[in-house]
């Protein structure tokens, strides 16, 4: 079955250090991958796509995902936290040949001071 | 340029009672997709409509229904409600024709609460 998974419901780290949140996803041909990013209360933002073209995918707020098809995998990474990265993301599949829509069930993100 | 809008923002019902919940699409946008997020979880895909017709449905009952106007705004309908609908419905748009389908923006969301 198609499906997307989020290895870790909770990663917390300290403020300026790296952060890797991890996805993995069934494999299938030409899936389209995003990672969204939801603040409390408020929609879910787009940080970032991969679609078939370059593997590593540069993001807003210096996010980036490196796509691994031997892997199957899509983690999120960014070299130094900020208190403002704390909230919640959800990776997303997109499997081109049946049009279906799924999302993680989410890591939420939490930052020392 | 307006992004997603969603109205009401809450919402509060009781059992067995119907709700209409509205989403306006991002400028230049024609599909909507209709998504519910339970409390603590990822977004469960509801349906999407393009060309005012539904194209795509997640594992919904048929309470669930919805429509979308030549003005590619979309509705949002649940009949007769039960506690476990209780949500956030999100609401997002995107633009079939182009190279990389399904680059949704999403609304705020409406928050209903079913007593």
């Known amino acids: 079955a198609q499906s997307v998974t989020q290895l870790d419901s909770h990663v917390s780290v300290s403020e300026g250090t790296p952060v890797l949140l991890r996805c993995n996803y069934s494999?299938?041909?030409?899936?389209?991958l995003f990672w969204y990013v939801q603040h409390p209360n408020k929609g879910l933002q787009l940080l970032l796509k991969y679609t078939s073209a370059a593997t590593l995918v540069k993001g807003i707020n210096g996010f980036e995902a490196e796509f691994k098809k031997s892997e199957t995998s899509f983690h999120l990474t960014k070299p130094s936290a900020h208190m403002s990265d704390a909230a919640e993301y959800f990776c997303v599949v997109i499997y081109s040949s049946a049009s279906k829509i799924i999302f993680g069930s989410g890591t939420r993100l939490s930052i020392r001071p | 340029d307006a992004g997603v809008t969603q109205s009401p923002t809450h919402l509060i019902k009781t059992r067995g009672q119907q709700v209409t919940l509205r989403c306006s699409p991002k400028?230049?946008?024609?599909?909507v997709s209709w998504y519910q997020q339970a409390l603590g979880q990822g977004p469960q895909f509801i349906f999407q409509y393009y060309e005012e017709e539904e194209r795509q449905r997640g594992n919904f009952p048929d309470r669930f229904s919805g429509h979308q106007f030549p003005n590619y705004s979309s509705e949002l309908n649940v009949n007769a409600l039960l506690l476990g609908d209780s949500a956030l419905y999100l609401c997002?748009?995107?633009?079939?024709?182009?190279?990389?389908?399904?680059?949704?923006?999403f609304g705020p969301g409406t928050r209903l609460t079913v007593t």
């Open positions: 494999s299938s041909y030409s899936p389209s």
């Open positions: 997002a748009s995107s633009r079939t024709l182009t190279t990389v389908p399904y680059e949704q923006y």
């Open positions: 400028s230049g946008h024609d599909t």
